[in-house]
């Protein structure tokens, strides 16, 4: 489990290895030029100082650093692979939304380190984003494991980073339900962060992933944790924060998982505790409010897979509608399935107005729903 | 503190007091025929049984009992009298909506006994009902305690139902910080429903108000709990639900506060706790988590108040906005101050947008923030 994909050409992959560690994440100018000229040239040209000056820039101080037998082969040596966009097991969906995420630098990465036998590609459009406080309390443990577990056992991966507390919680919860589960660090594949979860992260490679943009031998550096926490969001197609304060690291995941446009969802507490404050703050601001895992899945529904259905072209017999159902019919997508909440959005209408021009649409054979989620019904064949 | 306004005509307050037992509220039929031909004609006719079918058929039953005289001095015996529409005092604001409110019947009420020293038609602009469970644990008791102490310290009235557990505890938090507090009953104004809150509703009549739409004598029929509720949820210009199961008299009384327009909080608690999974249901279908009392008063904000102001006629520069921003200047009424959530939900934009939109309209002169709310601004005179 731990060679390279044979399809991907072994010079492009020293390309993609060498790019890895040439600039610190997230290097979102370094992906724009290597989505434009390709990793070989570009590597070629960084190497030679041949670049535009914001690629030059943000490699200049370590293009000459040529590690990439010895970051292939420390890798091996633990285990791990180096994943390439160029891979049919790159999540491609997962990170298409980076380049063009809000304001914040959300750079797509430019190669992952991988340990363990899951194919990310298959897994991430089921994924769900578990993330939370380090100093977690019981009643936050507890939660993150149950959620954890539920979601396992329904057949969706959690992700998370494998930090003290909720984290670990998550992947406890999502292995004891027999599940896979995925765990991205803020330092090189070859090391353990936190040393005591060691054993955990061997447990997670077992019949998981463990996951890293750094190269072998990054240390985990307090900045790369904020920015390790766009991957966690991104690769899930919802993220889930229990238990928080009000200025952490799981907030900065929320906005991230937000920029993306994932589903952002937080699980309420006891307003007298200040590990909950940033739940509900989160909340206050527009996440989905979430106390089952059976909830998580109905929001976050097959997202992944349901953006891949094939459009539909309606038969609109819209003369039917009345002015709310026409509305509720609009902003239906064809394309994707949508909550009833993200459709009252859309439409400018009330969820109760929503929900009932919903069920009428659905009688009408006008709208299908499943799993959660609404879209517009495909013309019958 | 007892005696009927002096203003009001006695023979007036006579047809009111009639009107008051004739029909079981909630009474809209019998409201609008009143409102139609004005209580004293309508009490004659009633008598006389010269009535539309609809008004015949809510007052059939009880149109010969004659217990005005009875009435009136069973409510003096207590200390109570009776508040009448055509008195200053009336709330006209709070009920102003009730005949219009969706589907379900919820009637202006025919008149209001009522026992204490609080001019209600001064205090509902600036209520706030805060209801829940009667089994109520003692996170919800020291929470609902907790969140009527600090509306009460900001000036707010606490409107609540005087029933064990949170009614109880918003209640006495209001007291507590002597703040005037005041309960609406589902019976008679001259009995103590719970008897073992006797004591409490002689204290809250002592500064406050205790308030019933049935005569005296009446007796608190199970029904009558969800009847009343609508005057709760009315009174306030908000109402904050602590700790409620998921089906439970105070989703009634959310349900309620939805339907007359008002803002409707929940404070969430732990979701282990089946008496906190009302309040998070309700966050799920869209009323807003609140955790202080000064977010309820960010919410609530001088909402009586900013309804009053007169209507703008903005100058319409609108050339100058681009689409978002004009569609937030659509959105935003000149009428009545709304917060971000809810002119997101009408603009059909995302939360982020609207409050970018909104601070380039203030900074436009084109929008006006006060007390949590967004309005649009009236042109400089």
Known sequence: MSAPTPSVDPELLRARAYLSRVAEPPAAALAAFVDHVGPVEAAERIRRGAVPDVVRSATGARRTVDRVDADLEAAAATGARLLV??????????????PAAGTRELGAPLALWVRGPLRLGEVAERAVAIVGARAATGYGVHIASDMAGG??????????????????????GSLASDGPTLAVLACGIDRAYPAAHSELLDRIAATG???SEYPPGAVPARHRFLVRNRLIAGIGAGTVVVEAGLRSGAQRTAADARALGRILMAVPGPVTSGTSAGCHELVRNGALLVTRPEEVLEAVGRLGVDLAVEPGRPTRPTDRLDPDQ???HDALPSRAARDARWLAMEAGLPLETVRTGLLDLERLGMAEYRDGLWQRSLPSR
């Not at 160029?86 to 997962?94: H, K, N, S, T």
């Not at 992700?159 to 984290?167: E, K, L």
């Open 85 to 98: 966009p160029e891979d049919a097991d790159w999540p491609r969906w997962a990170f298409a939304a980076y």
């Open 326 to 328: 026409a509305a509720v």
């Open 151 to 172: 979601l396992a056992a329904a057949g969706a991966t959690v992700v998370s980073g494998a930090a003290f507390g909720i984290d670990a919680a998550a992947h406890r």
């Open 209 to 211: 992933l463990v996951v």
